[in-house]
Nanobody, 126 residues
Framework: QVQVTESGGGLVQPGDSLKLSCVAS????????MAWFRQAPGKERDFVAT????????HYADSVKDRFTIARDSVKNSVYLRMNVLQSDDSAVYYC???????????????????WGQGTQVTVSS
């Protein structure tokens, strides 16, 4: 079994930055990809960014492409999401997800992922 744990959420003002962290532990055996999704109240869970671990390739949602960065963290099987110039529309619960095996196309939908964290709340408000 794999446990996924997020941290780093909070309340920030518009224009601020925030860093979320995610660690995958347990029987991870070199996951293929780790990603971030987000879900606002009453809305679907949306793709934010993914990192393909063996190649280092990243993919982003258009809405965050120039503001957010996903990258490996110093701990094995961990990633962070650096969020800059946060806007009220970025308010949501942010989830980290892990995919075990390779896939031809970039994994961008929730069903592409095998394990999920509990989520961390990000609120952007003045």
């Amino acid at each position: 079994q794999v446990q996924v744990t997020e941290s780093g959420g909070g309340l920030v003002q518009p224009g601020d930055s925030l860093k979320l962290s995610c660690v995958a532990s347990g029987h991870t055996e070199g996951p293929y990809a780790m990603a971030w999704f987000r879900q606002a109240p009453g809305k679907e869970r949306d793709f934010v960014a993914t990192l393909i671990l063996n190649s280092g390739r990243t993919h982003y949602a258009d809405s965050v492409k120039d503001r957010f960065t996903i990258a490996r963290d110093s701990v094995k099987n961990s990633v962070y999401l650096r969020m800059n110039v946060l806007q009220s529309d970025d308010s949501a619960v942010y989830y980290c997800a892990v995919r075990r095996k390779p896939i031809l196309l970039a994994p961008r939908i929730p069903s592409d992922y095998d394990y999920w964290g509990q989520g961390t709340q990000v609120t952007v408000s003045s």
